[in-house]
């Protein structure tokens, strides 16, 4: 039996989202069943300080079908993950894909600075987008996704 190849690329900066990536993809893997192949690599931000890793994991991005970004939402992104973002904008690539939001709100009134970020970089780089976020003291759940 032919399988079809998808490759995912999950970066996460903190304990929340390397969880719920986890289970995000676990469910994706579940969901999908035996005809596809996944192939997936995973990244914490904190690798992002290395100008080489950085660059090893924006082409790994570049080449996915699905990127799941898990973090905190209210503030900016970290500045080495804007550098990384910037780094395959401009995919240059044909055939689908989506970037997926996984985030975690201190409150109800948290901005949503991530998730607009996100979007527009989506926009840009001709990705589908999804966004999950919940506040942090809720049930973490993935329904949706």
């Known amino acids: 039996?032919?399988?079809?190849?998808?490759?995912?690329?999950?970066v996460y900066s903190e304990k929340f989202g390397a969880e719920i990536g986890a289970r995000a993809c676990r469910r994706l893997k579940d969901t999908l069943g035996k005809k596809f192949?996944?192939?997936?690599?995973?990244?914490?931000?904190?690798?992002?300080k290395s100008p080489k890793l950085r660059l090893l994991a924006a082409k790994e991005a570049l080449e996915a079908n699905v990127v799941f970004i898990a973090g905190t939402e209210g503030a900016p992104l970290d500045s080495e993950v804007t550098a990384w973002l910037e780094l395959w904008?401009?995919?240059?690539?044909?055939g689908a894909a989506a970037l997926v939001a996984l985030l975690k709100r201190d409150s109800v009134d948290a901005p949503h600075i991530v998730a607009?970020?996100?979007?527009?970089?989506?926009?840009?780089?001709?990705?589908?987008?999804?966004?999950?976020?919940?506040?942090?003291?809720?049930?973490?759940?993935?329904?949706?996704?």
């Open 1 to 10: 039996m032919n399988r079809i190849g998808l490759k995912l690329v999950f």
């Open 37 to 48: 192949q996944l192939t997936q690599s995973v990244w914490n931000t904190e690798l992002f």
């Open 89 to 94: 904008q401009k995919r240059g690539r044909s």
């Open 116 to 145: 607009e970020t996100l979007h527009e970089f989506a926009k840009a780089a001709k990705m589908d987008f999804f966004c999950h976020s919940e506040v942090e003291s809720a049930r973490l759940e993935l329904a949706a996704v």
